[in-house]
């Protein structure tokens, strides 16, 4: 009995359905219309020339195997494409194109193929375990609990966690992490794998680097076993790769990332990428790879601010049952600003010191340790240091505090900066009110009486002083 076009794009469906999200499915499968079959073409109708572009680039693998399955080796796709004409009172006209799966287009050719195999061989436990039984190579401390949220990293953080709730099914897909040494990118990475792994835990997932990524690629070539190393890792649904700045001394092993890449995608399975840079500036790598990089959600990670440091090392003492004093855990997170993985270094080498030498804990030994953190353990206080930690604590334009303006915010900044000088500083009140314009003595007395008085009366500006004085007392140490 002679088949239908209805009944072999059916058959397509039911094959995709089991390889493609709902949602992806019903975007871009449900709206697709089975109009003529003759011999070995196939002819659907999509509703434009987006649609039928969007098809090409993102599903024109899986489209190309499920016909051949259904009509043979010889199987031929064509669109048929509504174009709107601009007059309403007439029915859109159609536009014929060929499907080119005989010839991709160009930066979307494999250079591996699709097939699957259910039963590759698992580079990292012995050959024959089942999928379930994949080790995510996670390590089960790197938690979102312990990843500390600041400016510095809330929309990665938050993006992680999104990716975490619902694998595959975001718009941060692939989501790429990017930042400096030591400021969280595995972390984060592997919390997203973490949390999969406890919201979703029939998932497989998978955290590797991309030096072991390269060296399984390597070894599998070796062995003869290059698909198999492919067809594993496209059975993975959460992939998290760490640095994938690495891969580009390895143009053999970006085009099977490319292939698994594109297959993970196709099938809605999320993907979760480490750099030390945002894809644009990285070098060395495909521009088809950077291409797909950009269609999720790049996430930098900047250098925590000293609120968010001093939470950190909150964090860690809470965790590992420490105890330390505020002001040495102050002078820790004042010091150590380059990145987090120094910021817990110190600690640790604070502690470890503090337990061989048998001492308390205090700021000498503190300095002490942090002598091989921090080029210098004192700093000379000037006006303009003070200055200018006050300017920036009120958002206060550095040179407006130096004129002659009568605007609350302005003289309020000032009289603090005088009072601060005169508490923190050498200089005499005539030095000091010469910096501000050539004011006399008369006035920073003035307004050092007036911010007592302030202080005595008003909580939040007594506040505001008081940790001002703490970020002149750190910046001293």
Same mark, same amino acid.
């Given at each position: 009995?002679?088949?239908?076009?209805?009944?072999?794009?059916?058959?397509?469906?039911?094959?995709?359905?089991?390889?493609?999200?709902?949602?992806?499915?019903?975007?871009?499968?449900?709206?697709?219309?089975?109009?003529?079959?003759?011999?070995?073409?196939?002819?659907?109708?999509?509703?434009?020339?987006?649609?039928?572009?969007?098809?090409?680039?993102h599903y024109i693998g899986l489209l190309g195997k499920t016909i051949k399955r259904e009509l043979g080796k010889e199987a031929r796709l064509e669109y048929r494409i509504v174009v709107e004409n601009g007059n309403t009172t007439q029915r859109p006209v159609t536009v014929n194109m060929p499907m080119h799966f005989s010839k991709p287009a160009p930066g979307n050719e494999l250079d591996f193929p699709l097939v699957i195999n259910t039963n590759p061989v698992n580079p990292f436990v012995i050959p024959g375990l089942k999928r379930v039984q994949i080790d995510p190579?996670?390590?089960?401390?790197?938690?979102?609990?312990?990843?500390?949220?600041?400016?510095?990293?809330?929309?990665?953080?938050?993006?992680?966690?999104?990716?975490?709730?619902?694998p595959g099914s975001t718009s941060f897909n692939p989501l790429v992490i990017y930042g400096g040494?030591?400021?969280?990118?595995?972390?984060?990475?592997?919390?997203?794998?973490?949390?999969?792994?406890?919201?979703?835990?029939?998932?497989?997932?998978?955290?590797?680097?991309?030096?072991?990524?390269?060296?399984?690629f390597i070894d599998s070539?070796?062995?003869?076993?290059?698909?198999?190393?492919?067809?594993?890792?496209?059975?993975?649904?959460?992939?998290?790769?760490?640095?994938?700045?690495?891969?580009?001394?390895a143009e053999k092993t970006q085009e099977a990332f490319f292939a698994i890449f594109n297959h993970l995608h196709q099938s809605g399975k999320q993907l979760v990428l480490t750099s030390d840079k945002p894809p644009k500036?990285?070098?060395?790598?495909?521009?088809?790879?950077?291409?797909?990089?950009?269609?999720?959600?790049?996430?930098?990670?900047?250098?925590?601010?000293?609120?968010?440091?001093?939470?950190?090392?909150?964090?860690?003492?809470?965790a590992d049952g420490l105890e330390m004093p505020r002001e040495v855990v102050k002078y820790v997170a004042y010091n150590i600003q380059s990145n987090i993985r120094e910021l817990e270094g110190a600690l640790i080498s604070l502690l470890a010191q503090s337990s061989l030498n048998k001492k308390d804990?205090?700021?000498?030994?503190?300095?002490?340790?942090? @002598?091989? +953190?921090? #080029?210098? $353990?004192? &700093?000379? %206080?000037?006006?303009?240091?003070?200055?200018k930690m006050v300017c920036d604590y009120f958002s206060v334009p550095y040179d407006k505090v130096l004129q002659k303006t009568r605007k609350r915010e302005i003289?309020?900044?000032?009289?603090?900066?005088?009072?601060?000088? @005169?508490? +923190?500083? #050498?200089? $005499?009140? &005539?030095? %000091?009110?010469?910096?501000?314009?050539?004011?006399?003595?008369?006035?920073?007395?003035?307004?050092?009486?007036?911010?007592?008085?302030?202080?005595?009366?008003?909580?939040?500006?007594?506040?505001?002083?008081?940790?001002?004085?703490?970020?002149?007392?750190?910046?001293a140490m």
């Open positions: 009995m002679e088949r239908t076009c209805e009944q072999v794009w059916e058959k397509c469906l039911n094959i995709i359905r089991d390889i493609v999200e709902w949602q992806p499915y019903k975007t871009w499968f449900e709206p697709i219309k089975p109009v003529k079959l003759e011999t070995n073409v196939l002819t659907i109708q999509v509703p434009s020339q987006f649609f039928y572009e969007y098809l090409e680039e190579q996670l390590n089960p401390n790197y938690t979102f609990d312990s990843y500390i949220e600041g400016d510095c990293n809330r929309v990665a953080r938050r993006a992680g966690k999104t990716v975490a709730e619902k040494v030591g400021l969280g990118k595995t972390h984060l990475g592997q919390a997203i794998g973490n949390a999969v792994k406890e919201q979703h835990p029939h998932k497989a997932v998978l955290y590797v680097s991309a030096e072991k990524f390269i060296n399984q070539g070796k062995r003869s076993e290059i698909n198999d190393f492919i067809h594993f890792y496209q059975l993975i649904d959460v992939l998290i790769i760490d640095d994938i700045q690495f891969f580009a001394r500036d990285l070098e060395g790598l495909q521009e088809r790879l950077l291409s797909r990089f950009r269609w999720g959600l790049s996430a930098d990670l900047q250098i925590p601010d000293f609120e968010t440091r001093m939470e950190i090392l909150d964090t860690k003492m809470k804990i205090d700021l000498d030994l503190a300095r002490k340790v942090l @002598k091989s +953190f921090v #080029k210098t $353990s004192s &700093k000379e %206080i000037t006006i303009s240091s003070i200055q003289v309020q900044a000032r009289q603090i900066t005088m009072f601060l000088a @005169k508490q +923190f500083t #050498k200089n $005499s009140l &005539k030095t %000091i009110g010469e910096h501000f314009g050539g004011r006399d003595h008369t006035t920073v007395i003035h307004s050092c009486q007036t911010v007592k008085d302030l202080m005595d009366t008003d909580n939040a500006f007594k506040e505001s002083v008081s940790e001002l004085q703490q970020k002149v007392q750190l910046a």
